[in-house]
């Protein structure tokens, strides 16, 4: 089964700077995605970014980039110039090729101080 | 617009009696999933369905069970409700296209409280 980690519960930086929230997994497959989800105070999930397992490429999203460490496992979270407005409950998730379901970590929340 | 909504919004009940929660999309999506969320366990996949008539356990099935009768609605049922199902409960619903990946939709969550 696959399992991912989330080892930080709790993050915080300071407004305009760059924070990095960590991910990693154990899986047997070769073929899967992973995706970050941002939860804020409203409760709505919001996709952030998704990764493509057999992409070596980074993904990018304005200011919010991954690095994707296929062989270690790891899927960390940059977020670039910070906001206020990126204050939430971030999450990894991992979806294997071929089906639908997800497995989520156990989030980090991140709160941006002024 | 297309959306994914689940009543009520927020369940106060009592241990041993049955509530169902409701979700309806209107994407036309194929597939469709309850997951609960709770602190320290972040989601977690309950039941889902990829069509009508269509159902499958999930990681914490136990004490809940749905049916999918229609491609918009897939209602969760908790059969006896007990304290440790107290969590909010998330829908979701995801295309079945044939390209590499498909993005889940989520609904807003129900707060469900068992005394």
């Known amino acids: 089964a696959q399992t991912v980690t989330q080892s930080q519960p709790e993050m915080s930086v300071q407004e305009a700077e760059t924070v990095t929230l960590s991910c990693t997994y154990d899986t047997s497959e070769s073929n899967y995605y992973l995706f970050w989800y941002k939860q804020p105070p409203s409760r709505q999930m919001i996709l952030v970014i998704r990764?493509?397992?057999?992409?070596?490429q980074n993904a990018t999203e304005n200011r919010f980039s991954v690095n994707f460490q296929k062989a270690a496992k790891s899927f960390s979270l940059k977020i670039s110039d910070s906001q206020l407005g990126d204050t939430a409950m971030y999450f990894c998730?991992?979806?294997?090729?071929?089906?639908?379901?997800?497995?989520f970590g156990a989030g980090t929340r991140l709160t941006v101080k002024p | 617009d297309a959306e994914i909504t689940q009543s009520p919004r927020h369940k106060i009940t009592e241990t041993g009696r049955q509530v169902t929660l409701a979700c309806h999309q209107t994407?036309?999506?194929?597939?469709m999933f309850w997951y609960r969320q709770d602190l320290g366990h972040g989601l977690r996949l309950i039941h889902y369905s990829y069509g009508v008539q269509d159902t499958n356990k999930g990681e914490v099935s136990d004490g809940y069970s749905v049916s999918r009768s229609n491609t918009e609605d897939l209602p969760l049922t908790l059969e006896s409700a007990a304290s440790s199902q107290t969590s909010v409960y998330f829908c979701a619903s995801s295309p079945n296209k044939l390209s590499s990946y498909n993005e889940q939709f989520f609904g807003p969550g129900t707060r469900l409280t068992v005394l």
């Open positions: 990764q493509e397992a057999y992409k070596q």
């Open positions: 998730a991992f979806m294997k090729h071929g089906v639908h379901d997800m497995r």
């Open positions: 994407w036309n999506h194929n597939n």
